[in-house]
């Protein structure tokens, strides 16, 4: 068990973070909020159960999700062809990577994952798999964004007596892009901080940093 923790801890805190922060941080808070908003308009509070499928916690959730999915679909994307001289986060210039190397020329390895040995489209699909996830995750968030915002913005314009949307018309509001672009401007500055910052700073122990004593133009880690 302790060795279990130990080969999985990373991804253990990061779930426990996640869980805490989203049912017990923005869940509650939201809920909180909400109940205020539906007060100010004079409806009846809801229970803790309708919220968590209520328009206004969807519309919170998903659209923080879509923000980070396409952030890190165009990160892992952009980073196969651009590089970042000096930082940890971009592949070296001029040095071949195992991470170029063509599995084609791994399919008789017994350890090599099933989508290698197999080879044909099953292969050209894993080959690009992690950002097709990332893709795949952000779209079905966008579009939850889009019904559960909709639904969230006609609650509002009925408290305040206006005529309801359709998903269309609040795809291409105003509103919509607001929440969406907010986020993803964040985003892509977290990503870009990232990558700038690592060619001067380190974090002694993290692979997401280069050695401490690594000349600033070093690249990779």
Known sequence: MKKRLRQNGLGLTLLLLFLV???????????????????QHGLQPEGMGAYLTSAHFLEATSENWESE????????????????????????LDEPQPVDRDPRLSRHKASAPWPVRRGGWVLVLYEYSLTLAFLVLFLFCFI????????????????????????????????????????????FLAIFSMVVLSIFLRQRGSPESKPVDAPHGETGE
């Open 21 to 39: 922060t989203w049912l017990f941080g923005q869940a509650v808070v939201g809920h909180h909020e909400s109940n205020n908003e539906r007060r």
């Open 144 to 187: 939850v964004h889009i019904v559960s915002g909709c639904a969230n913005y006609n609650e509002d314009l009925a408290a305040h007596g206006e005529a309801p949307v359709t998903c269309a018309q609040y795809f291409g509001s105003s509103r919509f892009w607001f929440e969406s672009l907010q986020n993803w401007q964040s985003e």
């Open 69 to 92: 999915f396409l952030q890190m679909s165009v990160y892992v994307l952009l980073t196969v062809f651009l590089y970042q001289k000096g930082s940890s986060e971009s592949k070296p």
